[in-house]
């Protein structure tokens, strides 16, 4: 288990964001499925994956079964079967990202405590089990259980509150900017992940 030096905290726990992190998360994949041409990828791209219902999700106000009535109010009538593919299958094209696994196992083995706090709706246990069991880790807050999404303050601070969390002793892995600018608000070291987990362990001396 990772130790404090004199006077240095030590990092002890990882908190991994889920999507783009360890599992893809790319909406254009659907929208090439089910659509033919960049006019009518726009129109979904834009009610669908932009609009305020996808939000309304990550909240957990909406289940995923309801954006569809809902954008669909929105959306030419010609359009209604391919955004209901791209409501019901859009999860369907997350895949574990390229060296997460690695990484995961990695620390765990070294002794850190590994966690997820993920911005996702309803279907999440849906889909995060192809990349691992939710046992698999020391703890996961999902936005849409809890009614808060990164970045707001108020979910890193029930996150640590939840799992009896030092902030100074966590490092925040993110793909967004603005969630780890969220972290770093409550003293929870930020990392803002490009793709390159070799990089993390260089960079933490994990």
């Known amino acids: 288990m990772p130790s404090e030096r004199t006077g240095i905290i030590m990092m002890k ?20 499925a089910f659509l033919e041409n960049d006019e009518d990828r726009a129109i979904i791209r834009k009610e669908l994956f932009q609009g305020p219902e996808w939000e309304q999700g990550d909240y957990g106000i909406i289940t995923n079964e309801e954006r569809y009535s809902l954008v669909s109010k929105r959306v030419p ?20 990202i390229p060296g997460a696994m690695d990484f995961c196992e990695y620390v765990k083995n070294k002794g850190y405590g590994i966690y997820v706090l993920s911005n996702a709706c309803s279907l999440f246990g849906h889909y995060f089990p192809r990349f691992a069991p939710v046992t698999y880790f020391d703890g996961v807050m999902v936005s849409s259980d809890v009614h808060l999404v990164k970045p707001e303050k108020e979910i890193y601070e029930l996150f640590l509150k939840t799992y009896n969390l030092n902030p100074a002793e966590c490092l925040f892995i993110d793909d967004r900017p603005e969630n780890i600018e969220g972290a770093e608000a409550v003293h929870i070291n930020g990392y803002i992940f490009t793709g390159d987990f070799q990089d993390i362990i260089a960079k933490y001396g994990l």
């Open 13 to 32: 726990n990882i908190i991994l964001d889920m999507g783009n992190v360890l599992l893809s998360f790319d909406p254009e994949k659907s929208l090439h």
């Open 77 to 96: 009538e010609r359009l209604h079967p391919a955004l209901k593919e791209c409501v019901d299958k859009w999860s369907d094209f997350m895949q574990p």
